[in-house]
């Protein structure tokens, strides 16, 4: 399949000390199709690959400790960039309440938005009210007495029905959502959901009236509903709808269909709004606050790789390494307050074995530290804790009875001890020997 494909893309670029312009363009080749499958429209493809291109050439990737890995990082990047980066919050206005407003085609999901959007603000503590502006399909504000019913949200409707709390002049669709403002600030709303009208494809007269409700009611958010599954035409019908009414954010729906989100990335790329929330079902529940750096994995299929290059890079303290460096440098001994600092820098990084696999010249070391656990970690943090300062600095002064008393204060047994300082003593041989030589050890944490 193609995420097989690009996974093993990545896998290849992975280990490379130096990337070719044909690895670079093999691996866009492929990033392409794992754009186009997920339904990003066309035009953002073409866009984004001559910007991945443009900087997997340029020096970050030359100079990088993993060029392979650096590409791939660029295009998660990239990809989360263009999708908004953070996750954006609804704007509440300082005087309540927050006016919301949805638009997008007909069928998009505004209306099933709509309650799921009451609820997830009613469980934040918010009181919102519903206001139901399509007026064009007969049952439309029916449907949203039920979302709000469900969702125990009141419903500010033009016609009486099963839980709507006023009623409104019919017909006039700016109208009711002015009086649906009106009756939220009387009320005490604090936020006020209005749904309204959509057609089939984007005309003149429906993007008018969704115009028109906005600057009537002054709307704080407009957020542009769009079905996942539309493909291709998510640019053009963004497009019309930015222009149209000029949305503040974006809501994805249909999300739980076979789409891999493709149209998140197209809509975010034209308008440059971010997406917002995404709706996964039919179901209340179905809701969820939008991550951009889910949807890129999700669109980019390759979760995995990308979360243990992040893991490496978050955990792993550039103060540190460069302190570590300088010493070596210096000719400084190596301590067993190093040693303990080194340790506690692999833990940091999590699980061992997984890490070897993408850390550049860990190979000579694979099988140590294949025998490395974290509970051996442990042991030996311990052991170095149970030293005084003076014996972490100055190893030689541990003698038997520093030993004895060192075990029982870590409780292991004193051959562990032995064993410890035995291998310390080794290790910092080993640094001493390649410092004077120039070179830096090649160990998991130091940058080779
Ligand atoms: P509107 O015309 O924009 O108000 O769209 P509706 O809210 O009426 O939704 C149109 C259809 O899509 C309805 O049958 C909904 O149940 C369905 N729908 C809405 N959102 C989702 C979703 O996230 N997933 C799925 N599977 N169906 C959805
Ligand atoms: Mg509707």
């Not at 003149?204 to 509903?225: D, G």
């Not at 000719?331 to 696999?357: C, N, P, V, Y």
Request: proline share 4%.
């Amino acid at each position: 399949s193609l995420s097989d494909r690009l996974t093993a893309t990545f896998k290849n670029l992975r280990g490379k000390g130096k990337l070719t312009e044909a690895d670079i363009d093999g691996t866009a080749r492929e990033i392409r199709r794992a754009l186009l499958d997920a339904d990003v429209a066309v035009p953002v493809v073409r866009e984004f690959i001559a910007r991945i291109k443009a900087r997997a050439l340029g020096a970050e990737v030359a100079q990088a400790l993993n060029p392979g890995q650096q590409v791939v990082k660029i295009v998660n990047e990239e990809l989360v960039g263009i999708l908004g980066g953070q996750t954006r919050q609804l704007e509440f206005a300082k005087q309540p309440p927050t006016i919301i407003m949805l638009a997008g085609l007909q069928g998009a999901g505004k209306t099933t938005l709509a309650g799921k959007l009451a609820l997830h603000l009613k469980n934040q503590g918010h009181t919102p009210v519903l206001v139901a502006c399509d007026l064009q399909r007969p049952n439309a504000v029916k449907q949203l007495q039920v979302g709000g019913q469900r969702a125990g949200v009141p419903v500010f409707a033009p016609h009486p029905g099963v839980s709507s709390e006023s009623e409104a002049a019919t017909g006039d669709p700016v109208a009711v959502a002015e009086q649906g403002v009106a009756h939220a600030k009387d009320s005490l709303h604090d936020v006020v959901i209005i749904d309204t009208a959509g057609r089939l494809g984007v005309d003149e007269e429906l993007m008018r009236q969704a115009a028109n409700i906005k600057s009537a009611v002054n709307a704080h958010e407009t957020l542009f509903v769009i079905d996942a599954m539309i493909g291709q035409d998510a640019v053009n019908t963004a497009q019309a709808f930015n222009e149209g009414v000029d949305f503040s954010g974006v809501v994805l729906t249909k999300l739980d269909g076979d789409a891999r989100g493709g149209a998140a990335l197209s809509v975010a790329s034209v308008t440059g709004k971010p997406v917002m929330y995404a709706s996964t079902g039919e179901g209340l529940k179905d809701f969820e606050v939008f991550h951009p750096d889910r949807m890129a994995r999700r669109i980019l299929d390759m979760g995995d790789i990308l979360s243990l290059i992040e893991q490496a890079e978050a955990s792993w303290d550039k103060d540190e390494a460069a302190k570590m460096a300088q010493k070596f440098a210096d000719q400084e001994d190596f301590t067993l307050e190093d040693f303990r600092a080194q340790m506690q820098q692999i833990k940091k990084m999590g699980s061992m074995k997984k890490l070897l696999g993408m850390m550049p010249g860990a190979a000579g070391m694979r099988q140590q530290l294949e025998q490395f656990d974290d509970s051996q970690l442990d042991r030996v943090e311990a052991i170095i804790n149970s030293m005084t300062p003076h014996e972490r600095n100055a190893p030689k002064i541990i003698n038997g009875s520093r030993r004895a008393r060192i075990a029982r204060g870590s409780g292991v047994h004193v051959s562990e001890v032995n064993q410890l300082l035995e291998r310390f003593g080794q290790a910092a041989k080993m640094m001493k020997k390649m410092a004077s030589g120039g070179g830096m050890p090649d160990m998991p944490g130091m940058p080779g």
